[in-house]
């Protein structure tokens, strides 16, 4: 039940509600720590130097982070593709920045995911042609079987018949061709009109020039379509004049036109304007470009793994990539190489120009105020179309955020976060939504089901026991009372300019907010991730509400990356707020008013693992009392195992 | 040999009669005997394969020949699933029906079909898989017929081709691990 006493405190140098718990202070009602503020303040400006300081470099391609091993992050950019190593602000905000911590390997094991896909050990990250095929979910994947950096990138290869549990095959594609050989990189599959199977892939050749390659199933009889043959005419494509030899890769999945023909995607960039050229073929073998581009948005870099679909206007299933008509939108979404953010818009396709103008150029693909699928480490994200149940559904890398040398250390890097179903909004038009799919219900164990009251302020315990594998889904509301003295109350200051990544995270205490749950949080709240809304009461005295994930107090550790992510999220008139939460091990997804504001998260604890995890609701308003219904499943871990070549009767390729 | 289960009317009534004829008294350890005896449920894998003619004689057509069975009894039951969607009155029990035909389609059209090819090839692991992904599929429509509480006649004979399916499954997978192992 909830206490009415906060916590005790806590021996550490973080007490994170010490700046909460507290004598109010008459004149404001905010108070910012503030030490952590003018961290944060000039970690932000540093980096904000830093980016200046490259741009005006020219040169190799921007990025705005820093690496401590620059020889291995320089083989990815020296490659021509995006910078693949992990983001280092660390290295900037002096205050934050520490020792690495003493890594071994109880805590690091800790860290794997029990119902994420991952492969055994090794590197992965961009998802490829995910397609359904005679019964079966395929799912390939950039992989490197050598080391746990990137690099030496093949085709890994996994089946499943729902999702979630997997088997893994062997690789599917290794760099055995001249055109090729530098990586078999990011690709898309296209259904034919006879259900056969298309693959379009980038290859980075021996010259490491980017250009595009067909391959399909060997043996199209074998359900789980084990072997591969490139097309021997490879390559099918190659940067075209005006574009760069390193600037053009991850063909899209083909659609239709209606003149007959297929027609695909390939993101580039013309100097700073990211763009998205398009060709049509008939047999994928030769292709003619357009001279007009599907669009294009300036200032917003190289645009990766762009993908483009078609989204039902009024009904929440999936549609063909082929699909069109008055009842559809159709998505463009890009991978923003310079920010490592995947964003998209909704707009309108023109057939007969084969063109896509946004619905709202203000946020167009790219712009940094635009829509994301998620707002948190999400990346090179990819949907397809399921046949077999109608939907569409998207994949998407969850890298590291944690040290190189934590990922050599404990052998694997990155995973990829849940599949989620992918439709738009129908009620508010302007974003999609997503949840994750249906069957990882199936890896719900026992569930308790709360009903808790919550007085500003506080922390309460929710006993479920351990608490590293859980399915979290809850209500809250805002005790009406409380809303209607903020409301009638002219000295509570409009929140104005809230947000997420900026505002100081979960401890700074607002009239209305934030609420939520700690996550991976140990008994004394020494290491935490909390998951929150935070309601501002805006202009006009209408309530504008922010879905937030603090990482900040997640680890002692100094050595990874510890944001607070999050955005705002649309509640519309009548709607409770809700959340979901599916916590594995060392990745968070958190979902906000059923999926319109997502957040993906990787933290590394050192105390709260095992059994000393602990999941608590957290109230930490000034001024308004939560109610929280809510209920928490604990999660099986999914059956993902590899599949013997014997069990396939071929050879071992791995 | 006593069929347990209160039947209906299920369609599928030939494994029914199977099960009352009586069998032919041999005492003789013949390979079907040998198998069967291996598995959770004797006297489902007898009544399965003596009937077969010609009599599968090697492991492998044993292997083949039960898979086979359980293609036919779930091919029987999505039937027997759908033609109740089709008279349902209770929108609970439909939304059930349907997730149930919905898991199973894809067994029954490619997966059990792959794993009988898939045996012809020698890969039993992979057979193995498929038919322990069935019987999940009937334990997962079981549990959602259960909690739509539908009481009426039809959810008894469902329940009885689930749970038959289901031992199938078993024996299936037994008598193929004991050939991956035993051959």
Known sequence: MASSESLLPVSSQQDPLSDSRCDSIPESRRRRPIKVHLAIYSGFLLIALYVTLIITHGGSAPKNDVNEDTTVESRARLAGVSEKSNVHISKLSNDLRGEAFAWNNTVLSWQRTAFHFQPEKNWMNDPNGPLYYKGWYHFFYQYNPNAAVWGDIVWGHAVSKDLINWL??????????????????????????????????????????????????????????????????????????????????????????????????????????????????????????????????????????????????????????????????????????????????????????????????????????????????????????????????????????????????????????????????????????????????????????????????????????????????????????????????????????????????????????????????????????????????????KLKSFFCTDTSRSTMANDVVKPVYGSFVPVLKGEKLTMRILVDHSIIEAFGQGGRTCITSRVYPTKSIYGATKLFLFNNAIDATITASFKVWHMNSAFIRPFSADDLGVPSST | MKNSSAVTSPPSLSLFLLLLLPFPAQSSDDLIDTICKGTPFFDLCEASLRPLSPSPSDPKSIASAIANVVLSNMTDTLGYIQSLIRHSQDPAAERALAQCAEVYRPVVRFNIPQAIEAMR?????????????????????????????????????????NKLVKNLCDVAISVIKSLMNGR
Not at chain 1, 213 to 231: G, Q, R, S
Request: charged share 25%.
């Open chain 1, 168 to 541: 893994h095959l062997p690789l599917a594609m290794v760099p055995d061709q001249w055109y090729d050989a530098n990586g078999v990189w990011t690709g898309s599959a296209t259904f034919l009109d006879d259900g056969s199977i298309v693959m379009l892939y980038t290859g980075s050749t021996d010259k490491f020039v980017q250009v595009q390659n067909l391959a399909y199933p060997e043996d199209p009889e074998d359900p789980l379509l084990v072997k591969w043959t490139k097309f021997s005419g490879n390559p099918v494509l190659v940067p075209p004049p005006g574009i760069g030899a390193k600037d053009f890769r991850d063909p899209t999945t083909a659609w239709k036109t209606s003149d007959g023909k297929w027609r695909i995607t390939i993101g580039s960039k013309i100097n700073r304007t990211g763009i998205s050229i398009i060709y049509d073929t008939t047999d994928f073998k030769t292709y003619e470009k357009h001279d007009t581009l599907l669009h294009q948005v300036p200032n917003t870099g190289m645009w990766e793994c762009v993908d483009f679909y078609p989204v039902s206007k009024t009904k929440n299933k999936g549609l063909d990539t082929s699909v069109n008509g008055p009842d559809v939108k159709h998505i463009v979404k890009a991978s923003m190489d310079d920010t490592r953010i995947d964003h998209y818009a909704i707009g309108t396709y023109d057939e007969s120009s084969a063109t896509w103008v946004p619905d709202n150029p203000s946020i167009d693909v790219g712009i940094s105020t635009g829509l994301r699928y998620d707002y948190g480490k999400f990346y090179a994200s990819k949907t397809f179309y399921d046949q077999h149940k109608g939907r569409r559904i998207l994949w998407s890398w969850i890298g590291e955020s944690d040290s190189e040398a934590a990922d050599v250390q404990k052998g694997w890097s990155s995973v990829q976060g849940i599949p989620r179903t992918v439709v738009l909004d129908t009620k508010t038009g302007k974003n999609l939504v997503q949840w994750p799919v249906k069957e990882i219900e199936s890896l719900r164990l026992r569930s308790k089901k709360f009903h808790m009251k919550v007085e500003p302020g506080t922390v309460a315990p929710v006993d479920v026991g351990p608490a590293d594998q859980l399915d979290i889904e809850a209500v809250f509301k805002i005790k009406k009372d409380d809303l209607d003295v903020v409301f009638g109350d002219d000295s509570v200051e409009d929140d104005k300019e809230f947000s997420c990544e900026t505002s100081g995270g979960a401890t700074v205490r607002g009239a209305l907010g934030p609420f939520g749950f700690s996550v991976l949080a140990d008994e004394s709240l020494s290491e935490q991730t909390q998951v929150y809304f935070y309601v501002t009461k805006g202009k006009d005295s």
């Open chain 2, 121 to 161: 090839r020698g890969e039993f692991g992979f057979a193995t898989y498929v038919l322990g992904d069935a019987e999940k599929q009937t334990d997962s429509c079981q549990k959602w017929i259960n909690s739509a509480g539908a009481d009426d006649e039809s959810s008894v004979p469902l329940t009885a081709r």
